[in-house]
């Protein structure tokens, strides 16, 4: 967490990462409740209002959606008390579940749940409902603030939970908590990490976790053990994302540094076409030769492009800076940027190579 909130990476990297872990955490907390709903049914969830959308998984994810980036934007000091609680849950359920569960309103007498695996009863509705509400909010304020503060976001999590004050709508507002509290950890913004799609992944043993610490007359340690596992994993997953950003920009400045002093004119517009085709590479993935003959039809205005851009395809690769992979199938050859290459080459290393490099040839496997 430390190397996350002190690593430096651009605005558009952050924008770019945001949603990618939003994203994830809005399919999780949905998923977890059943929701179901396809990569371009959640896409448009996304992009939506509830109003627009046809499913109730959809609804909910949207919903979810923009409930996390209402809490995104809170004040650092706001008291986490009833009425913050019920207005997360309110945005929560309005839209998507608001035609059984009245919206932000604790169970009224006689309105008792139950839930999970074993069964579970909530707390009991009316009075002590409330009052079980407001003691675990008092709680978050006072003695909670005794304890680190991934602990603290993890109980209220839990604590929540296993009290179900709501009618429907309790997991969704039981994540969502949990996020607000670790955003006051630090991780908020870019930061943000997808912890209800650890949930998901780890349905199984979330649930028995939860359960394990209903069980063991709510010692948090099961769930603790859990989740902070959780943490980590999602941690080290935007960390390593994070660093691939890194990497790239790291390849782009190098590219563009040694093939921008390739002098001669004939080597200028070769390097630039080599600029441009490990450019296509960067932002677009492993590709294969068919797949990019197409995609860098306009770069070459000669009598024979195909043969052209295998020949600059050999020569950046005897320069290591993509690798050729011959397809599983063997009906392709896959081309991929080699993003260590920065790290390997020096610069009398590269002008070295460039100098050796035959005048024309072409890789006998790629020209057939």
Request: hydrophobic fraction near 40%; include cysteine.
């Amino acid at each position: 967490m430390l190397a996350l909130t002190q690593i430096p990476y651009q605005r558009s990297w952050a924008e770019q990462l945001q949603q990618i872990q939003l994203k994830r955490e809005v399919a999780g907390t949905s998923r977890i409740e059943g929701a179901e709903f396809t990569e371009r049914e959640l896409d448009a969830a996304m992009r939506e209002t509830p109003q627009q959308l046809e499913t109730r998984s959809q609804r909910q994810a949207a919903c979810a959606l923009a409930t996390y980036r209402w809490i995104a934007k809170l004040e650092m000091n706001r008291p986490v008390d009833e009425a913050l609680v019920c207005e997360i849950h309110r945005r929560i359920v309005s839209g998507c579940d608001d035609d059984h569960c009245p919206p932000g309103r604790p169970r009224g007498r006689d309105d008792n749940v139950t839930f999970g695996t074993p069964r579970h009863r909530g707390v009991e509705g009316g009075k002590d409902c409330e009052t079980a509400l407001r003691q675990l909010c008092q709680a978050v304020r006072t003695i909670f603030r005794d304890h680190d503060p991934l602990i603290q976001a993890l109980a209220l999590h839990y604590h929540f939970a296993a009290m179900h004050p709501f009618l429907d709508g309790n997991g969704r507002t039981a994540r969502a908590l949990e996020a607000l509290m670790l955003q006051r950890v630090g991780l908020r913004d870019t930061l943000f990490i997808a912890m209800s799609n650890y949930y998901y992944e780890e349905k199984s043993g979330y649930l028995n976790a939860l359960a394990e610490t209903r069980a063991l007359s709510h010692d948090l340690t099961p769930f603790l053990k859990f989740a902070l596992k959780g943490i980590e994993k999602q941690c080290n997953r935007l960390f390593s994302e994070i660093r691939l950003q890194v990497a790239k920009a790291l390849y782009r400045n190098t590219v563009t540094d040694l093939f921008g002093r390739l002098r001669s004119p004939r080597k200028r517009v070769m390097s630039d076409r080599h600029v441009q085709l490990l450019q296509l590479l960067l932002d677009q993935g492993s590709q294969d030769v068919s797949e990019l003959i197409r995609q860098t039809a306009g770069l070459y205005h000669l009598k024979n492009p195909r043969k052209a851009l295998i020949r600059d395809l050999f020569y950046l690769a005897e320069l290591q800076a993509i690798e050729i992979k011959q397809a599983a199938d063997k009906s392709d050859f896959i081309i991929s940027i080699n993003l260590d290459w920065p790290t390997q080459i020096t610069e009398s290393e590269f002008f070295k190579r460039v100098k050796e490099m035959p005048k024309a040839k072409v890789h006998g496997f790629l020209s057939s």
